[in-house]
């Protein structure tokens, strides 16, 4: 990633009013994972595919997440197990713009259905407010508690032809009380279309360097490191396949 500064200035920028157009809060997510010092040279592929979003001439974001699962890890367990309807709870804060939202994601039938509703800051103890909210989307509430928190930085693209996000997460942290810890040789990477569509710019450049791809969760990640009790053998390929990319 020495590089990318001047690569991402090369890119066509797109603010976020224009951006609008593809919120795509109801979509397919094909999700990537590499290390980080292929991070340029893909760059350098779709340069000319993909508009950068730029605030402040400032084209990568750092953002700040709360996830919050029941006192038995439900949402967690219900990814472990690969249930077919399942959530997660959290607020995120856009730290350059101090905006923060209450966010409920719902992965149902291959679809992301993402839910949000703006608050004034992190809650510890979700407010009334936030329950309700919580309540009248995902049904048989239980009680929520604050599991792990999560930071990193952003690099958002936008295809110039057709309605397509790419976001690119880097420099990944995880924490909850006094135990920290950061996964830097990772990037994940993911596609958002309306529709699965596997003849986009993105998919054929993985596609000639070996990267598949592969169902990985920021949060179910973080929670299975720091919590060892979590049973998580159906995530041990994935451990394994981040391990493997630290040492490549």
């Excluded at 109801?26 to 991070?39: A, G, Q, S, V, Y």
């Excluded at 400032?58 to 953002?63: G, I, L, P, R, V």
């Excluded at 057709?162 to 994940?188: A, Q």
Aim: with cysteine; glycine share 2%.
């Amino acid at each position: 990633m020495k590089n990318n500064l001047e690569i991402l200035s090369s890119f066509s920028p797109i603010s976020l009013k224009e951006m609008d157009s593809v919120k795509l809060l109801n979509r397919t997510d094909t999700k990537f994972i590499f290390n980080k010092d292929l991070f340029d040279s893909i760059l350098s592929k779709i340069k000319n595919d993909y508009q950068i979003l730029s605030i402040n001439n400032k084209k990568s974001a750092s953002y700040r997440t709360l996830y919050f699962d029941t006192d038995q890890f439900k949402f967690y367990n219900d990814h472990h197990n690969k249930r077919g309807n399942r959530y997660k709870v959290r607020i995120r804060k856009y730290l350059d713009s101090d905006l923060c939202f209450l966010e409920i994601k719902n992965k149902r039938k291959g679809r992301t259905i993402k839910t949000r509703t703006s608050i004034a800051d992190f809650e510890d103890s979700l407010s009334n407010s936030s329950i309700e909210f919580i309540k009248e989307i995902i049904p048989g509430f239980e009680p929520l508690e604050t599991k792990i928190w999560n930071t990193f930085e952003r690099i958002t693209l936008v295809n110039q032809e057709r309605k397509e996000r790419l976001t690119i997460d880097f420099n990944l942290k995880f924490e909850f009380n006094d135990k920290k810890l950061g996964i830097d040789h990772l990037v994940i990477c993911e596609l958002k279309q309306e529709r699965a569509n596997r003849s986009s710019p993105i998919n054929h450049i993985f596609k000639l360097m070996n990267i598949l791809p592969n169902r990985v969760s920021k949060y179910c990640i973080g929670s299975g490191l720091l919590y060892e009790q979590l049973k998580k053998n159906r995530f041990k390929e994935k451990y394994l396949l981040i391990n493997k990319l630290k040492a490549s």
